[in-house]
Structures are given as C-alpha cells and as structure tokens.
C-alpha cells in the first residue's frame, strides 16, 4: 500500500479542510497521510477525528523554513529549505511552543507584503485575505488568491511569478529557525525531523548536495523526501541512492495543496507517484531514537 507524508490544508496554505485532506486520502486508498501544515498545529484535531471516520491513520507533523545560511553561506541567494517534522502533535512541547514565535513572523510578513502590493498599485486588504483565510493560518498563497479575486493577476501562479515569488516586488522574506535548532527542538518533542522537496535548494550539484545531507544527518536529521510530486521517477531513485549512502531514511509525500497547487492530488502528485508504506515504517522506528 501506498502512503503520503507531506500534506496542507486551509489551516495553513491549502484551499482544503483537513477532514477533506483525510477524506481524499481516503479514498485514494492510502494506508496513512500525513498532515503538515506550516507552523501550525491546529488542524491536526479536525484531522484526527476525520481519520477515525474513514479508517485511516493520520500522522500528526508540521512543515518549518529554515534558515540554512550556517551551512550554506549563501542560502539566502538560492532557494528555500524546508523541513517536515511527522509526529509532532497538538500538544505542548518545545517546538510546539516556538511555534507561536514562527506564527508571529508570518503575520508580522504578512502586513509588509500588503504595503509593498500598495506601493505597486495593487489594492488588497487584510479583511479580504483574512476573509479568505478562514481559520487558517494566512499566508501569501491567500494573498495571491484575493489578488486573483480582484482581476489584478490571471491565477495564483502569476501572482507568485511577478509579485510574491522570492526575488519579486512585494516579497518579504521572514522570521525562520535555524537548521540546528529546528532539528533540536523536532527531536526533543518527539518528532522525526526529515528535509523536504530537495530540489527548491537550488545546489549547484548533487556531490553537494550529497554533502549537505551528510551533515545534516551528522546534525540529527532523519530522513529526506526522495519521493514528491516535482521530482521524476528517475530522480528519485538518484536521490533513494544518495539517502541510503548518507544514511538517510527515505520519505514522500504529494505536497498538496488543493486548488492552490492545481494537478497535484493526495498519493498520487501529478500522477506516478508512489511512496510506499516501508518509508513510514522506517521513519516511525526513529520515533524513539535520538
């Protein structure tokens, strides 16, 4: 059987509920998905009770960006590292507490960015984006959604490519833990801290990224998305090599974010992915392990 352990709803910058996200996991035939919500642990309730209804194990976890210039002094050139904590729940712990921190950044962020679109002549208010929102944690995809709402960009693509992509206009960078510290605090509350979707780091080559895994994993890390929707099948079995030679668990997920990531679905990403359920029995034997 097939797993997903990299998932988004509402809660965070996903146009789904969680117990949707558990409900096409579902029906997708999946043994387990996990939900990984940025910074942010509070759809993981909705997300639990949905897996009992439809009899599926929900893995609780969080996705942290990192700030990664303490081993690549220029990261802040290149792209962005991110971080998938599995089993991290909604309960109090260290990093569930810095949590709060990260979350105050984002709406610190948040303001800026919405300053800079009004210097640029584009006119959104906090009230539409919260609006948007809903409950969730608001983030520059529910920006970019109001901003199609209003006619100024075609989709949310365009709304990234020339406004709030890295590099653009009205980007603001934010508040961000360290890869140390995340991977201290992700072990100390019980989780398995595993490096997503290798590919936005923009290395120069794969012996450096071999070098970096390997000293990530001398820093306590886990495990590594070999699996995603954004890498070909030929790619991930270079980078289950490159796991399995650092000594690096493998992992997978979609990365899905509903209509805000359009043609990715829950197991299947853009249609021949597949992670199998041995990467979850590897990663959940490291639960204990620290």
């Known amino acids: 059987m097939a797993v997903d352990l990299h ?3 509402h809660v965070s910058d996903g146009s789904e509920t969680p117990s949707e996200v558990v409900r096409l996991a579902a029906n997708a035939g999946l043994r387990a998905v996990a939900l990984t919500d940025h910074d942010i642990l509070s759809g993981l309730e909705e997300a639990r009770e949905a897996a009992e209804r439809h009899d599926i ?8 960006s990192l700030d990664w210039t303490s081993v690549v002094p220029d990261a802040d050139r290149r792209g962005g590292m991110h971080m998938v904590v599995l089993w991290v729940d909604d ?10 921190d990260l979350r105050r950044g984002r709406e610190e962020r948040n303001h800026t960015i919405l300053e800079r679109l009004a210097q640029l002549g584009i006119d959104v208010s906090m009230e539409e984006v919260l609006a948007r929102a809903g409950d969730g944690s608001v983030g520059r995809p529910h ?4 901003m199609v709402d209003r006619g100024y960009v075609p989709d949310i693509a365009t709304a990234f490519e020339l406004y709030l992509g890295h590099g653009a206009p009205a980007y ?37 990224l071999e070098d ?28 289950r090599r490159m796991a399995d030679r650092v000594g690096l668990l ?19 990403g853009c249609g021949d992915l597949h992670v199998p359920d041995e990467f979850l029995e590897g990663l959940r034997a490291q639960r204990a392990v620290v």
């Open 91 to 100: 309960e109090p712990g260290p990093l569930q507490d810095r949590l709060a």
């Open 250 to 268: 493998p992992s997978g997920g979609s990365d899905f974010h509903g209509a805000y990531k359009p043609g990715i679905h829950i197991g299947v």
């Open 212 to 239: 970096l895994l390997r000293h990530l994993r001398s820093l306590g890390l886990v495990g590594v998305e070999t699996h995603h929707s954004a890498t070909e099948p030929d790619r991930r079995r270079i980078l």
């Open 172 to 208: 603001v960078s934010r508040k961000r833990l360290g890869i140390e510290e995340a991977i201290s605090l992700a072990r100390a509350s019980g989780g398995v801290p595993v490096l997503a979707h290798p590919h936005t780091l923009e290395l120069d080559d794969d012996s450096q």
């Open 7 to 9: 998932t988004h709803s």
């Open 57 to 64: 194990e929900l893995v609780p976890g969080v996705e942290l």
């Open 143 to 146: 920006i970019a959604g109001v």
